[in-house]
């Protein structure tokens, strides 16, 4: 069954989805003839995923609930505790935030102590993508900072980019450009260096996060800054990750001058040396 399911997922992934939905067809046939409740959860989760790659979300999130489900009443939801992480994603690319915040606090609950596969960070970069689009730069900006040691640690190249991402956006709503800029580019060269691994979501983000980088940067210093961004090693991504954002203090308008405008002329060229008959020669005194 493992096998069969496990090859199942691979066609989709190479883009071969009508093989793999046929394949589909063999997987719950095999699942409800062994009878077994990890086989039919392990059925379930796969048709789940393979519907969110075909682009049919409603039967993805359908899919994945009745996964978890199913899990729960087995008493195997720890054992399929990456289910919740799915279908908070899920909940998320469908707009129902609030759905995909409680799926994530529930993931987090899951985690036991000492447990380092990167779950846990992935959640709370989950959270800190919610934050940002419920208006709490602030709120994400101190999530990723605080995790950013276990994702450093655990090295997962999703929660890489998502941390990553996160912080350029709180860069970017605090006036920090040349930052955010810095660290869309170390994100491009993660994913030329090991492939896509950003959902439709994550990349539409991408997408507008660039485009108000563009109209915020000169030319000249996006195209600086995007290589340096490039050039950087993930330390040194990890190094500007952990920078608290600032907020940027408003301009105050410059105090009216107390000199007159002749006045301003007599002090400019006595700065630049001249003698008073040479300032009484070019004032026309």
Not at 80 to 98: C, H, P, R, V, W
């Amino acid at each position: 069954f493992d096998a069969l399911r496990d090859y199942t997922w691979l066609l989709a992934l190479t883009g071969e989805l009508n093989q793999a939905l046929a394949q589909c067809a063999q997987v719950i046939q095999l699942a409800e003839t062994l009878g077994d409740s990890l086989a039919i959860i392990k059925s379930e989760q796969l048709l789940g995923a393979i519907a969110f790659v075909e682009g049919n979300l409603d039967e993805g999130r359908s899919r994945t609930q009745r996964a978890i489900e199913l899990a729960e009443d087995a008493d195997l939801i720890q054992r399929f505790k990456g289910l919740i992480f799915n279908m908070a994603t899920l909940s998320e690319i469908g707009g129902d935030y609030e759905q995909a915040l409680a799926y994530h606090r529930r993931g987090l609950e899951l985690i036991e102590p000492g447990e380092s596969d990167g779950l846990r960070a992935m959640h709370q970069m989950g959270i800190a993508s919610l934050a940002l689009r419920d208006g709490r730069p602030l709120e994400a900006d101190r999530l990723v900072r605080e995790t950013w040691p276990e994702i450093a640690e655990v090295r997962n190249q999703q929660v890489i980019l998502d941390a990553l991402v996160v912080k350029a956006a709180t860069f970017l709503e605090f006036g920090d450009p040349i930052r955010a800029a810095r660290l869309l580019a170390g994100v491009d060269k993660l994913i030329e260096t090991f492939g896509r691994v950003l959902i439709d979501i994550e990349l539409a983000d991408l997408a507008e996060l660039k485009e108000r980088i563009a109209r915020a940067v000169p030319a000249d210093a996006l195209a600086l800054e995007t290589a340096v961004g490039h050039a950087m090693s993930l330390e040194e991504l990890g190094a500007e990750i952990i920078v608290p954002v600032q907020p940027v203090p408003a301009q105050e308008p410059a105090p009216p001058s107390l000199l007159t405008r002749r006045e301003i002329e007599v002090a400019r060229l006595l700065v630049d040396g001249n003698t008073n008959p040479e300032i009484a020669a070019e004032l026309f005194i």
